[in-house]
């Protein structure tokens, strides 16, 4: 790492092992496809990741290899990583975990709505989380 950037890769996994995660969604990953999964909870997790090729950004999901069955993950031209689990009661839920840029295409919003029609048409349950960097709403309301 240059001056400039500081690796939070040993409390990341600090925080996911000493809390006996056994579900962990992150967005804004910086990593990059050279970056072994292994590199980033070396025991127990199954990872599904989706890097960003430019600049920060990429969203991970990691499940208790024990906890859950998974199915391959779904990506598209959203900054959206989907993983599909079979939870030992057979109950199946989607978990989506979403990175939206500041700046984003002027159509982010309808491939999100797009993606979630699709996505809800399948699923009854599922999880969305993320950054939407929406800094104008009030949440308040």
Do not use: H
Request: glycine share 4%.
């Amino acid at each position: 790492m240059d001056g400039n950037k500081v690796s939070n890769i040993s409390r990341f996994q600090e925080l996911v092992y000493g809390e006996e995660a056994d579900i962990v969604l992150v967005k804004e990953t910086w990593r990059k496809d050279y970056v072994e999964n292994i590199e980033n909870l070396p025991v127990g997790y199954k990872i599904y990741r989706n890097d960003r090729i430019t600049r920060a950004g990429g969203t991970l999901l990691a499940f208790k290899t024990t906890t859950f069955e998974s199915s391959d993950f779904i990506t598209n031209d959203l900054e959206v990583v989907t993983v599909e689990l079979t939870a030992k009661s057979k109950l199946k839920l989607l978990f989506c975990c979403c990175y939206k840029v500041p700046e984003p295409e002027v159509d982010w919003s309808d491939k999100l709505d797009i993606f979630l029609t699709e996505r809800s048409s399948r699923y009854a349950n599922i999880l969305i989380c993320g950054d939407f960097n929406l800094p104008k709403v009030s949440w308040e309301s």
